[in-house]
C-alpha cells in the first residue's frame, strides 16, 4: 500500500441516538466529537438508526423523519 493515501483506520464509537445504544468498531469516519468509554477516550459518530434500532431488527414499526425528507419529497412530486 502507498503510503499517506489511506484514512486513518482506528476505533470509533457509534451512539445510536435513537436508542441510546453505544458500541465501538472500528471505522475511518472524521468526526471531531470524543466520548470516554472503558477509561479509554475515543472519536464519537451519532446515528439516527442502527441495529439496535432499525425496524427490520427489533421488529417494531419506527418513524425517523429527523431532516423533513418526507415532505420535502411530497412537495416536489405531488400530484397538481
Known amino acids: 500500500m502507498k503510503k ?4 486513518e483506520y482506528r476505533e ?3 451512539h445510536d441516538t435513537t436508542s441510546d445504544t453505544k458500541f465501538i468498531t472500528r471505522s475511518t ?3 471531531k466529537d470524543t ?3 472503558d ?3 475515543y ?3 451519532k446515528v439516527e438508526v442502527s441495529s439496535e ?3 427490520f431488527y427489533t421488529g ?3 418513524f425517523v423523519d429527523t431532516a423533513g425528507r418526507v415532505e420535502k419529497f411530497n412537495r416536489r412530486y405531488k400530484k397538481k
Open 4 to 7: 499517506g493515501i489511506h484514512p
Open 43 to 45: 472519536p464519537l459518530v
Open 53 to 55: 434500532s432499525h425496524p
Open 12 to 14: 470509533v464509537v457509534f
Open 29 to 31: 469516519v472524521d468526526t
Open 60 to 62: 417494531k414499526k419506527v
Open 39 to 41: 477509561g479509554t477516550t
Open 35 to 37: 466520548i470516554d468509554m
